[in-house]
């Protein structure tokens, strides 16, 4: 085989093997996060009666029955919280949490974020173009809310995730009119993100030069 030949393959093979590997890798994050919440009780449970359920005393098996239950309980939950009793549940829970200072904050600053990003802000478009990390560049952007400071003068508070695992992220406070809109919703940019921006079209359906909003 010709060294050429060799080095076509290796390329299309990594070109093959990358999306799969990205995949994984965020699968595999969403599946140690959700199993994580309900690992220890079910290692708990397990070890609790060996002679019944000693057979699933396995890392993977133990991490798989949590994922599920894990996934379980989010569909209840949901569910209960569409519901009137469950809202009440969730309204005394609320008002615990209140009383707690910092979880207080941390708890109503995502409720905020998961709230605003169901709901597009008054004046500007959810999907954003803004200049980072310099003038000249672009990057994709999620306005959260919109503001005016003390001058009176418009500000969006974008939230930018990072290529591939969008969880982290950076916060930048921008003029309103350095924004540059976009007709792109939350899920298509999320994809042009995880994807490192393959998935897009060859012509975006916006402009990249900066329109006021």
Request: proline share 7%; no cysteine.
């Amino acid at each position: 085989m010709r060294p050429l030949h060799v080095q076509r393959y290796l390329f299309t093979g990594l070109l093959t093997f990358i999306p799969i590997w990205l995949t994984w890798i965020v699968f595999k994050s969403i599946f140690s996060l959700l199993s994580q919440v309900n690992l220890p009780w079910i290692t708990a449970l397990v070890a609790a009666f060996p002679d019944t359920l000693g057979r699933l005393h396995q890392e993977w098996l133990l991490s798989l029955l949590a994922f599920v239950f894990t996934l379980a309980a989010l569909y209840v939950m949901g569910f209960a919280a569409d519901r009137v009793f469950g809202q009440r549940i969730l309204a005394v829970f609320e008002k615990l949490i209140e009383h707690i200072p910092i979880a207080h904050s941390i708890y109503g600053g995502a409720k905020k974020l998961m709230s605003m990003l169901q709901n597009k802000p008054s004046g500007t478009q959810r999907v954003v173009l803004i200049d980072f990390p310099s003038p000249e560049l672009k990057t994709l952007g999620f306005v959260t809310r919109v503001f005016r400071d003390a001058n009176g003068d418009e500000y969006a508070a974008v939230y930018v995730p990072t290529t591939p695992n969008p969880t982290g992220g950076y916060l930048e406070i921008v003029p309103v009119d350095r924004l540059v809109a976009t007709d792109w919703s939350v899920d298509q940019a999320m994809a042009f993100i995880l994807s490192a921006g393959a998935a897009s079209p060859d012509e975006l359906p916006f402009a990249l030069g900066r329109k006021p909003t």
